[in-house]
C-alpha cells in the first residue's frame, strides 16, 4: 500500500523573479512549458529536445539548470530567477550591457540562456579566467556568434579588461 | 519532447519511496532527470509513476572514514562531488566528474543516476568499477552489497531491480587513480573511456565498449602489457555513428594505456 | 576604383557644422534591448485565445505505401480538435509548383504525404488539440498502414537498373540534370604538363541548425478569407508563390508576420509545406493553430544542405602549377522532393572558377531524389559545396606536383587590378584582392614560424598542419539563372523593398520587407537613413520583422542569399533619397528659397547659407500630415515614401548558359592550423585566422559578427556534424546528442582581419555578406591533408572529417590515394 500521494497533477507554488503565483499544473509538465505556457514568461526558450542546447536556462534556489529537464511539480516552492529579472525597471544590467556593447548577440535566441549562466558564474566566481567563462557557457549553444564575443562581454561585465 | 501522462510521488523518507516503487511496478526513480526525463520526452520510456527522491536525507551525504573509506549518497550531485573536501580522498572522483557535459547538468545530475541508467558512455560505472566500489541496494526485504563489477548488467539496466534502490556507494580509499577518454567535443559524450587503478596490480575498466564495463587486468604498467591486455580481452564494440568496431577497438587499447599512465603519475 | 584600404575607416568630416556619418561605425544595436531583456518575439512566444496545437505524425520508414492513415481514434481522443490526412489534401490542394523543367517537373508535392512516404520522418498527418502534450498523445492513436519499400540511400546508387524509385510521376531518380561547357577543354587539355585526376570527393549532408526551429500560428478570418501567419519563414516572397496556388487563393489572402527569428541561414526558407497544413487546419477548426517544429523533426525533415560528389574530376594544368581548367561531375543529392531544388543546379555557377583564373570549365551536374529529408538553402547555398570542390583541387594538385598551396593560389588567384573581372561563364566579379587577403591571414597566423611549430608539435608526438580555404561569398541573386535549370520560368532580377516617412510629430519610420534573423537590419537601416537625413540613429525607428500588411514587400523579399547590404540597404537608401528630396522641396516653399539652397542636418532642414533659417523635421512632418492648407497645387510631397530596389541584371542567356548571375562578390580567406594525435585520430585547430572583403562595411561589428559565426559552424561541419544515414534510411543524428554542434570550449583562438574593396555597382559600395562561403570546412580539410603528410600523403577527399574519418586517413592512407592518379603528357 502506498502511504503517500501519487498525483497526475497538482496546484504549485513557486517564486518567479520576486513574484509569486499558483498553478494547476499535469505531473508531465516541463518546467520550461510551464514558465512560457502557463507563466506567460517567454524570455526562456525552446531549442532541443534533448537537454543539449541550454536556451532554457534558468536559476532554481541558486542553482543554474535546464529547465526542460526539470518538471514544474518538482519546483514547488523553489525561487527561481529568469532573464527578465536581470533588467531593473528597463535598466539594463551590466552584464546584459555589456552582451549589447560586444556585438555577443545576434538572433538572440539563446540569450536568455546565456544571460543567466553568466550571471551564476559572476555570482561564484566575480573575476572568472578565459577558461572558466568558457566553461561556465559549455552548455549553452549558440550558432550565430561563435561564442567569441561572448566571451569577451562576460569578461568585460566582470570589470576585467577585454583583449578586443 | 513532451512526456507522456506520469503520476508523481515526492517521498520524504526512503520507506516512503520504496513503498511506492513496490506498489507501482511501473514506476521508476527520479534522481537529477538529467538523463530521465530525455529519454521520457523521446518516449522511449515511459514509466508510470515518477518516485522524485530529492527530499530524501538519507541518500545525500559524503562521509570520510578514518581507513579513507568514501561513503557517498546517491544523491549528490556532480558539482556537490566535485566540491566536496572529503571527496578530495580520492581525487579520480572529482576529476572525472568535471568532465561531464557542462554545469546545469553537474548541478542536477547525481552520481546515482549515472550509476543506475547504466548508458555504455556514462563516466561512473567504469570508475567505480576501476575503483572496487560497493553499491548499496536497498528494497522492501533489506539491504544487500553488490560490488561494483556486479552492479551493471545492460543498457538502462542494474542490480537494483523493480522496488529496490541504489541507497550508498562505497569507494576504498587509494590515490592511485587515472581516466582518459575521446569524448565528441571537449566534455561532449565518450566514444570511449577507460578507468585505471594502480593500487596493487593493474585494474582497467573499459567503457563504451560493450553494454557494461569491461575489466581488464594488465600484468604490468607498461603501456605495450596494457594494450595486450586489452587485446586479449577480444572486445567487440558496437559500431555507430562515431566510430567502427574497429576504431573503437583501437581507441579503448590508447585509452586504457593513458589511463593507467595518469594512475601511474599519482602513485 | 578606389584602393582597398587595410582598416575601415569611418567617414569622419572635420567641419564643425557637419556631423559625422554613421556608415562605418560599430553603432550599438536596436535588437539589443528587447533581446538581452528575454522581450523578443519569436513565433512561440505568440498566445492565441482558443488556440490548437499541431503535431505531425511522421513516417518512421524511409520508402514506404501509405495503404491507409485512421484517424478515428485519434479523433476520439479528449482535447483533439481535428486532424489532417493525405487524402484531404490531395483534394483541397494542388501540387506545389515544381521550379524543375521535366522530370521533375512531374514530381506531385503535397503538405502531407499522399500515397507513399518517401522520408524518415515525412509528415503524412496532422494531429490539432487543446495542449501540446495532448496532441502528441493523440498522435500515437493514428494508424497508419504503412507497406516498406526499399530505401534508396546513396545517390551514386540511384541511376542503378533496380534503384528504388521514388517518384513514379518522373519515372526517374535523375530529376534534373545540366551541362555546362565554357572555353575549349580540349585545348586546355592539349596544353597541360599533367592532368590529375580524382575520382570522388564528397560534399557531406549537414546544415546551420538554427538555435529555434521553424514554427507558426496561423489564424483564419472566415470573413475576408485571409490568413494571418505568424512564423519564421525567412522568405516570404518564395512561401507566398508556392503556398497560393496551391491553395487556389490569392497572394494577398496569405498575410506572413515576423518579428524576432532565432537564427535562419536558409534552414527556414522552406516550412510552406507545414504552414499550409496549419492554414488548412486553421481554416477547417475555425480557430488559431500553432505549430512548433521540435529539434527532431527539423533534424529529420527540414532543409539538409546539399550533398555532392564530384566524380571523375579532372584537371588541366602547367608544370609550374598554372591551372589551365577542369572537369567533373557533380552528383547531387536531393532527398525525397524538390523544394528549392534544382536551383542548387545553377547557384554554384555564380562561382563557377571560384577564386581562379582557369577559363575552361565542363561540369555535368545531375541532381537525384534519395530517400532522405529534402535539402534546401543552407548557409553558402551551393556555391559553398563548389568552393569546397575547388579548394581541394587546388591543394591536391599542389600536393601532388610538390609545389606549395600558397604559391599555387597566388599565380591563379584573380588579380585586384583585373577586377571586375568576367569569368568564363560571364559573372562578374566586382573587386577584390585575394593575394593581399591571403598575406593577411598567413601572417595573423604566424606563417612565417611554421616549421618551429611544426618541430614542437612533433615534440609532443602531434602533427601539426596548415590549410588555406578561399570562397566567394556572392550575393545578390539574378533570379533570372533559374531559367538554366529551366527555360519556362518567368522570373529574373531580384527586388527588395524599404519604405521610410516623416510623421505627424516628427518620427521617422522605416519597414523592410527583409526578415531579420540576427543579421542587425534595424541597426544598419538606421545608419543609412541617419546619414541621408542628417539626423541621429536614435531618431530613427525601425519596425521589427516583416509583415505583409505594411505593403513593404515584392516578390522577392526576405533574408536569405547575403544581400541585405545591397538589395535593403539599397531600398533603404532609395527611398530616403526620395524623402531626403521632399523635405529639401517642402522645406523650401516654407522658407522661400530653392531645394538646392536646402541641407539636412542635425535633424533640421535649413538653409545652407543660414542656419538661422532652419525647420524641425517635427514642422515638415506636421504641415503635410495636419497642417497642408495654402501649400502648392503641384508641390509632389507626401513624406511617406516607397522604393523598390532592382538591380541591374540581364536575362543571362540560356543557350550559352552565360550572363551576370550575382551582383557582388565577397570573399575571405581563412587559414587553420590543427593538431592532430596520430595515435587516435583526435585533433585540435589550435590557431585560426580569418580575413573578410565585402567592400564597404556599414557596420563593422556586425560584419565581423556574421564572419565569426560562419568560422563556427564551418567548423562545426568540417569536424562533427553530419546528417549521416544508416543503409534503411535513418538519420543517425537526429537531435543535439548525436548530431555534435561546436560548444564554447571547442572554439578556437580566432584571429580576424579585413580589407574593404568596395563595390563598383551598389549605391555604397557595399556587398552582400553574411554566408561565409564554408572557409572553415576548406581550411581545416586543407590543414589535416597538410598534417597527415607525413603519413603517406593520404587524401582529404570528404568534407567532413570526425576523428573516425582522420584514424581511417592514418591507418590507411593508400586506399584515399588512389582517388588520385598524375599523369604527365
Keep these: 500500500m502506498a502511504e503517500i500521494p501519487v498525483v497526475t497533477a497538482e496546484t504549485v507554488t513557486v517564486d518567479v523573479n520576486g513574484m509569486t503565483y499558483e498553478r494547476e499544473v499535469e505531473a508531465r509538465r516541463l518546467l520550461i512549458h510551464f514558465l512560457r505556457d502557463d507563466l506567460d514568461l517567454t524570455g526562456s526558450h525552446v531549442g532541443c529536445d534533448t537537454g543539449n542546447c541550454g536556451a532554457c536556462s534558468v536559476i532554481v534556489d541558486g542553482i543554474l539548470v535546464k529547465s526542460c529537464m526539470l518538471l514544474a511539480v518538482q519546483a514547488d516552492g523553489a525561487k527561481i530567477e529568469t532573464v527578465e529579472a536581470l533588467a531593473e525597471e528597463e535598466q539594463l544590467s551590466p552584464l546584459q550591457q555589456a552582451f549589447s556593447d560586444h556585438h555577443a548577440l545576434q538572433c538572440g535566441y539563446c540569450t536568455p540562456g546565456m544571460l543567466m549562466s553568466a550571471t551564476a558564474l559572476l555570482r561564484e566566481n566575480p573575476r572568472p579566467s578565459d577558461e572558466e567563462i568558457a566553461r561556465a557557457i559549455q552548455g549553452n549553444i549558440c550558432r550565430c556568434t561563435g561564442y567569441w564575443n561572448i566571451f569577451k562581454a562576460v569578461k568585460a561585465a566582470s570589470g576585467q579588461e577585454v583583449a578586443e | 519532447m513532451l512526456l507522456s501522462e506520469v503520476g508523481y510521488a515526492r517521498p520524504a523518507t526512503l520507506e516512503q519511496a520504496l513503498g511506492v516503487l513496490a506498489h507501482y511496478p511501473g514506476a521508476r526513480a527520479l534522481a537529477g532527470g538529467q538523463t530521465l526525463i530525455n529519454v521520457m520526452k523521446a518516449r522511449a520510456a515511459a514509466p508510470d509513476v515518477l518516485v522524485d527522491l530529492a527530499g530524501i536525507p538519507a541518500l545525500k551525504g559524503i562521509e570520510l572514514g578514518p581507513d579513507g573509506t568514501l561513503e557517498l549518497g546517491p544523491m549528490i550531485t556532480y558539482t556537490e562531488l566535485i566540491g566536496s573536501a572529503e571527496a578530495r580522498a580520492r581525487p579520480i572522483l572529482g576529476q572525472v566528474c568535471a568532465q561531464i557535459a557542462d554545469v546545469q547538468v553537474r548541478n542536477k545530475g547525481t552520481i546515482g543516476g549515472n550509476v543506475c541508467s547504466s548508458d555504455p558512455t556514462n563516466h561512473l560505472p567504469p570508475l567505480l568499477v576501476a575503483l572496487g566500489a560497493v553499491f548499496t541496494v536497498t528494497g522492501a526485504t533489506g539491504e544487500r552489497a553488490v560490488p561494483a563489477e556486479e552492479f551493471f548488467l545492460g543498457v538502462y539496466m542494474t542490480a537494483a531491480g523493480p522496488g529496490e534502490l541504489l541507497t550508498k556507494i562505497t569507494v576504498p580509499a587509494g590515490r592511485s587513480d587515472g581516466f582518459a577518454s575521446v569524448p565528441i567535443g571537449v566534455d561532449g559524450t565518450c566514444i570511449v573511456n577507460a578507468a585505471a587503478t594502480v593500487n596493487g596490480g593493474v585494474r582497467v575498466a573499459l567503457g563504451c565498449v560493450a553494454a557494461t564495463p569491461v575489466v581488464v587486468e594488465a600484468p604490468s604498467t607498461d603501456p605495450a602489457a596494457v594494450r595486450a591486455a586489452v587485446r586479449e580481452a577480444a572486445l567487440e564494440p558496437p559500431s555507430d555513428v562515431h566510430a567502427s568496431t574497429d576504431y573503437r577497438r583501437h581507441l579503448a587499447e590508447v585509452v586504457a594505456a593513458r589511463a593507467v599512465e595518469q594512475a601511474e603519475r599519482g602513485a | ?825
Design chain 3, 1 to 825: 576604383m578606389t584602393e582597398p584600404t587595410t582598416v575601415a575607416e569611418p567617414i569622419v568630416v572635420e567641419e564643425a557644422e557637419t556631423k559625422r556619418g554613421y556608415a562605418g561605425q560599430s553603432v550599438p544595436r536596436k535588437e539589443d534591448k528587447r533581446l538581452v531583456q528575454g522581450e523578443g518575439v519569436f513565433f512561440d512566444d505568440v498566445k492565441r485565445h482558443n488556440m490548437g496545437y499541431v503535431h505531425f505524425v511522421r513516417s518512421p520508414y524511409a520508402h514506404a505505401k501509405l495503404r491507409s492513415v485512421d484517424v478515428s481514434k485519434a479523433l476520439e481522443h479528449p482535447g483533439v480538435l481535428g486532424t489532417l490526412t493525405g487524402d484531404e489534401v490531395a483534394l483541397l490542394t494542388d501540387p506545389f509548383f515544381q521550379i524543375s523543367s521535366p522530370p521533375g517537373a512531374h514530381l506531385r508535392d503535397f503538405c502531407l504525404a499522399v500515397g507513399k512516404a518517401r522520408f524518415v520522418g515525412e509528415p503524412v498527418a496532422a494531429v490539432v488539440a487543446t495542449t501540446r502534450e495532448t496532441a502528441r498523445d493523440a498522435s500515437e492513436l493514428v494508424e497508419v498502414d504503412y507497406e516498406p519499400l526499399p530505401a534508396l540511400t546513396d545517390a551514386r546508387e540511384a541511376l542503378v537498373d533496380d534503384a528504388p524509385l521514388l517518384h513514379d510521376e518522373a519515372g526517374t531518380n535523375l530529376t534534373w540534370e545540366g551541362v555546362y561547357e565554357w572555353g575549349d577543354l580540349d585545348a586546355a587539355f592539349a596544353e597541360a604538363d599533367r592532368v590529375v585526376k580524382i575520382s570522388e570527393l564528397h560534399f557531406d549532408r549537414f546544415n546551420s541548425t538554427p538555435l529555434e526551429c521553424n514554427g507558426a500560428l496561423v489564424e483564419f478570418n472566415r470573413g475576408t478569407g485571409q490568413w494571418t501567419i505568424i512564423t519564421n519563414n525567412q522568405f516570404p516572397g518564395f512561401a507566398a508563390i508556392m503556398m497560393g496556388p496551391a491553395m487556389r487563393v490569392g497572394l494577398d489572402k496569405l498575410r506572413f508576420v515576423t518579428q524576432d527569428i532565432g537564427g535562419g541561414f536558409g534552414n527556414k526558407i522552406t516550412s510552406h509545406p507545414q504552414l499550409v497544413a496549419c492554414c488548412l487546419l486553421a481554416r477547417k477548426l475555425n480557430r488559431p493553430v500553432q505549430w512548433t517544429e521540435w529539434r527532431t523533426d527539423f533534424h529529420l525533415s527540414m532543409s539538409h544542405g546539399n550533398e555532392r560528389w564530384f566524380q571523375d574530376t579532372e584537371v588541366a594544368v602547367k608544370e609550374d602549377g598554372t591551372l589551365l581548367g577542369f572537369r567533373t561531375t557533380a552528383l547531387d543529392d536531393a532527398g525525397a522532393w524538390l523544394r528549392y531544388e534544382p536551383l542548387g543546379g545553377v547557384i554554384w555557377a555564380q562561382v563557377t572558377p571560384g577564386m581562379y583564373r582557369w577559363r575552361h570549365i565542363r561540369l555535368d551536374f545531375k541532381q537525384v531524389t534519395t530517400n532522405k529529408a529534402p535539402v534546401s538553402p543552407n548557409r553558402g547555398y551551393s556555391r559553398m559545396q563548389h568552393l569546397w570542390f575547388t579548394e581541394r583541387v587546388i591543394d591536391i594538385v599542389a600536393q601532388e606536383l610538390g609545389l606549395d598551396p600558397v604559391e599555387v593560389r597566388k599565380r591563379n588567384y584573380i588579380r585586384a587590378e583585373e577586377m571586375p573581372y568576367e569569368t568564363p561563364n560571364g559573372c562578374v566579379y566586382d573587386s577584390g584582392d585575394y593575394a593581399k587577403m591571403l598575406d593577411l591571414a598567413l601572417e595573423l597566423v604566424g606563417h612565417g614560424g611554421l616549421e618551429e611549430k611544426r618541430a614542437d608539435a612533433e615534440s609532443r608526438g602531434k602533427l601539426l598542419g596548415v590549410g588555406i580555404g578561399s570562397t566567394l561569398d556572392s550575393g545578390t541573386n539574378n533570379f533570372g539563372q533559374s531559367r538554366l535549370i529551366n527555360p519556362e520560368l518567368q522570373f529574373s532580377g531580384n527586388n527588395e523593398v524599404a519604405t521610410v516617412k516623416l510623421d505627424i510629430f516628427g518620427e521617422i519610420v522605416v519597414t523592410l520587407g527583409t526578415t531579420p534573423q540576427g543579421q542587425s537590419h534595424e541597426t544598419t537601416a538606421a545608419q543609412v537613413v541617419a546619414d541621408i537625413l542628417g539626423c541621429s540613429v536614435d531618431d530613427v525607428n525601425v519596425r521589427a520583422g516583416h509583415d505583409s500588411y505594411w505593403n513593404s514587400h515584392a516578390g522577392f523579399s526576405g533574408t536569405y542569399a547575403s544581400q541585405f547590404a545591397v538589395t535593403g540597404l539599397g531600398a533603404v537608401k532609395g527611398a530616403t533619397d526620395m524623402l531626403a528630396v521632399e523635405m529639401k522641396k517642402l522645406a523650401s516653399v516654407v522658407l522661400g528659397c530653392t531645394p538646392d539652397d536646402i541641407e539636412l542636418a542635425e535633424g533640421f532642414a535649413r538653409m545652407r547659407e543660414n542656419h538661422e533659417a532652419a525647420l524641425p523635421f517635427m514642422a515638415l512632418g506636421a504641415i503635410i500630415n495636419a497642417n497642408n492648407a495654402g501649400l502648392p497645387e503641384d508641390l509632389d510631397v507626401t513624406l511617406n515614401c516607397r522604393y523598390v530596389y532592382r538591380p541591374p541584371f540581364q536575362p543571362p542567356d540560356v543557350e550559352r548558359k552565360f550572363g551576370n548571375l550575382t551582383l557582388t562578390y565577397a570573399a575571405q580567406v581563412h587559414v587553420a592550423v590543427v593538431e592532430v594525435d596520430p595515435e587516435t585520430g583526435v585533433y585540435e585547430i589550435v590557431d585560426y585566422a580569418a580575413v573578410d572583403d565585402c567592400g564597404k562595411r556599414i557596420n563593422p561589428q556586425v560584419v565581423e559578427g556574421q564572419v565569426m559565426g560562419a568560422t563556427a559552424q564551418a567548423i562545426g561541419a568540417a569536424t562533427h556534424e553530419t546528417f549521416t544515414y544508416d543503409e534503411d534510411g535513418n538519420l543517425l543524428t537526429p537531435n543535439f546528442y548525436d548530431y555534435h554542434v561546436p560548444h564554447a570550449l571547442d572554439m578556437p583562438p580566432l584571429k580576424t582581419g579585413n580589407i574593404e574593396s568596395p563595390s563598383p555597382f551598389t549605391s555604397m559600395g557595399t556587398k552582400g555578406m553574411g554566408e561565409g562561403g564554408g572557409a572553415g570546412i576548406h581550411a581545416v580539410c586543407a590543414a589535416l591533408q597538410d598534417a597527415l603528410r607525413p603519413r603517406g600523403n593520404p587524401i582529404v577527399y570528404d568534407s567532413s572529417n570526425p576523428y573516425h574519418r582522420v584514424w581511417e586517413l592514418l591507418s590507411d592512407p593508400e586506399s584515399s590515394r588512389q582517388r588520385v592518379t598524375v599523369e604527365s603528357r
